[in-house]
């Protein structure tokens, strides 16, 4: 849902060149925000499945303490950060049941959440250099495109 949005975002963005660049800027603003708080819900509800929390109290000082970091630093930073943490939670746990299982299955998850933590450090690396931003969108995507080989293998 949240590339939905990011990729609605960019098609609004496409469309209104011709608009002023306030207007363009509002509608990254917004699409970017949306884009982030739906990620941040998809792996904290990964993080909540995979180690069945069922602690409400726990799951609701999670969202708290997500919600409260978002104002501390500049938000795409946080963004990163966020998930950099969320991931490395689900890769650690994913590599122990590689360990365990040693199965194709389960070292395709792993090396799925492992590239998706390396691409957040890459994104938080990058500064403004396009190109470690890049390799941090690569990465990403070969951990997405790891978690969909992942899903076809079980079909």
């Keep these: 849902l949240s590339f939905i949005v990011l990729a609605v975002t960019n098609l609004l963005v496409y469309l209104?060149?011709?608009a002023n660049a306030a207007r363009i800027f509002e509608i990254i603003n917004w699409g970017f925000i949306?884009?982030?708080?739906l990620t941040i819900a998809g792996f904290l509800l990964l993080v909540v499945m995979t180690f069945r929390m069922?602690?409400?109290?726990?799951i609701g000082i999670i969202v708290i303490g997500i919600a409260a970091s978002l104002t501390l630093l500049p938000f795409i930073k946080m963004f990163h950060i966020i998930l950099l943490v969320l991931s490395l939670l689900l890769a650690c746990h994913f590599y122990e049941n590689c360990r365990k299982k040693r199965t194709t299955n389960a070292k395709l998850v792993f090396s799925a959440f492992a590239l998706?933590?390396?691409?957040?450090i890459f994104h938080l690396a990058s500064g403004t250099s396009e190109i470690v931003f890049s390799i941090g969108n690569t990465a990403l995507v070969l951990g997405?495109?790891?978690l969909l080989a992942t899903i076809m293998r079980f079909k």
């Design 144 to 146: 997405y495109v790891l």
């Design 34 to 37: 949306v884009y982030s708080l």
């Design 54 to 58: 069922v602690n409400i109290k726990a």
């Design 16 to 18: 209104n060149l011709d």
């Design 116 to 120: 998706m933590a390396v691409s957040r």
